[in-house]
T-cell receptor, first 117, second 111 residues
Framework: DVKVTQSSRYLVKRTGEKVFLECVQD?????MFWYRQDPGLGLRLIYF???????EKGDIPEGYSVSREKKERFSLILESASTNQTSMYLC????????????????FGAGTRLSVL | GNSVTQMEGPVTLSEEAFLTINCTYT??????LFWYVQYPGEGLQLLLK?????DKGSNKGFEATYRKETTSFHLEKGSVQVSDSAVYFC??????????FGTGTRLKVLA
């Protein structure tokens, strides 16, 4: 079974703090994703990485950065946390897209609920 | 642009009732479609999928058929259980990696 592990289930931080959210997957997946989940808005993509040191902005990258130094690990960084970044953060991974591959399934971690006070 | 629209919740049903959660999509081409489920305190997990028109995905008594003519992928279950209480997300994959998620539908099943 694919396992995607997020380092913290709950975090409480102060406004202006630098926050690191860590995600590790154990299935040698090329793709990794960070989403935030908010009531009524569903999941919104923050950043995507398709290879080590490679990243692409998602729909809402403002206020966030990411780091992928190793294939299995993808970190989300809030440089200066703000109250509007209070949310549930979900990490996911998947195999690289192939036309002939019918799966394209994303596997999710349990989520990190971040509160910024 | 591409989008996925699903019915708003919450949906409250009695145990053994029939469930339908509507999902429609707008996309260029024919995306693969998915239903994910999120149980309380957990991340999302794949419930079922369909990769082309007329495909039927099924799992754990849930079914959904990819209807190209109505651009729909409605989730159904004939007899829900209390353990089915969760949030259900419809999603499509657009292009090579980007998922488009619906806003989620919360289901509550009462004993």
């Amino acid at each position: 079974d694919v396992k995607v592990t997020q380092s913290s289930r709950y975090l409480v931080k102060r406004t202006g703090e630098k926050v690191f959210l860590e995600c590790v997957q154990d299935m040698d997946h090329e793709n990794m994703f960070w989403y935030r989940q908010d009531p009524g808005l569903g999941l919104r993509l923050i950043y995507f990485s398709y290879d080590v040191k490679m990243k692409e902005k998602g729909d809402i990258p403002e206020g966030y950065s990411v780091s992928r130094e190793k294939k299995e690990r993808f970190s989300l960084i809030l440089e200066s946390a703000s109250t509007n970044q209070t949310s549930m953060y979900l990490c996911a991974s998947s195999l690289a897209y192939r036309e002939s591959r019918t799966k394209n399934i994303q596997y999710f971690g349990a989520g990190t609920r971040l509160s910024v006070l | 642009g591409n989008s996925v629209t699903q019915m708003e919740g919450p949906v409250t049903l009695s145990e053994e009732a029939f469930l339908t959660i509507n999902c429609t999509y707008t996309a260029t081409g024919y995306p693969s479609l998915f239903w994910y489920v999120q149980y309380p305190g957990e991340g999302l997990q794949l419930l079922l999928k369909a990769t082309k028109a007329d495909d039927k995905g099924s799992n754990k008594g849930f079914e959904a058929t990819y209807r190209k003519e109505t651009t729909s992928f409605h989730l159904e279950k004939g007899s829900v259980q209390v353990s089915d209480s969760a949030v259900y997300f419809c999603a499509g994959i657009s292009g090579t990696y980007k998922y488009i998620f619906g806003t989620g539908t919360r289901l509550k099943v009462l004993a």
